[in-house]
């Protein structure tokens, strides 16, 4: 099955400093979903990366999608404490007959945000 | 406005005691799915239905049961609860393209 490791596991980051967190595919990604989590709560989308070298962007949150390092990386650009919390990313099984039943997630990384 | 509605948010109970999580979205959706979240194991996915009475074990499906009779609920069944079980619950669900997944806001089970 696929896995995902999420890179760090935790970050703490003054506010206004840059930060990247990555997620690494021990398989080829078809699809490669990121999620906000605020702590206990539900999962919040932020974007969904599905070529190889797509960029995307959502307020001063940047994610690459970089197929033959089977990998991607968040990017936050002059952090607030709004962006704290737990990242996630998911990605989806190979594309079956079906479509894509089954979403994978890494084990997030937690941002802290220190003023 | 759409949205994924789980209840109870929070629940203590006791071992054996069945128990249902349930799980409604407005959207039409086909595909519905059920996470739990462990510290230190991120979200783990328990069963998926792909459309009403379709359902699939996902990676953990031990101790559960789920049943998809109708399009918008996707209840989770807990026959004999364990301690184990005791986690955060997620139920999901997801469109087409883009294949967003939309999540609902969590069940915080307890099981003493």
């Known amino acids: 099955s696929q896995e995902l490791e999420q890179s760090p596991q935790s970050l703490i980051v003054q506010e206004g400093k840059n930060l990247t967190i990555n997620c690494t595919s021990s398989?080829?990604?078809?699809?490669l979903y990121w999620y906000k989590q605020k702590y206990g709560e539900g999962l919040i989308f932020l974007m969904m990366?599905?070529?190889?070298?797509e960029e995307k962007s959502h307020e001063k949150i940047t994610a690459k999608l970089d197929e033959k390092k089977q990998q991607s990386s968040l990017h936050i650009t002059a952090s607030q404490p709004s962006h704290a919390g737990i990242y996630l990313c998911g990605a989806d099984a190979p594309i079956s007959n079906f479509g894509n039943e089954k979403l994978t997630f890494g084990t997030g990384t937690r941002l802290t945000i220190i003023p | 406005e759409a949205q994924v509605t789980q209840n109870p948010r929070y629940l203590i109970t006791v071992t054996g005691k069945k128990l249902t999580v349930t799980c409604s979205q407005n959207?039409?959706?086909?595909?519905m799915s059920w996470y739990r979240q462990d510290p230190g194991l991120g979200l783990r996915q328990i069963y998926y239905?792909?459309?009403?009475?379709?359902?699939d074990k996902g990676d953990v499906p031990e101790g559960y049961k789920v049943s998809r009779k109708e399009k918008r609920n996707f209840p989770l069944i807990l026959e004999s609860p364990s301690p184990n079980q005791t986690s955060l619950y997620f139920c999901a669900s997801r469109g087409g393209i883009p294949y967003e997944q939309y999540f609902g806001p969590g069940t915080r089970l307890t099981v003493t």
């Open positions: 239905s792909m459309n009403v009475e379709v359902t």
């Open positions: 990366l599905q070529k190889g070298g």
């Open positions: 959207m039409n959706h086909e595909y």
């Open positions: 398989k080829t990604l078809y699809g």
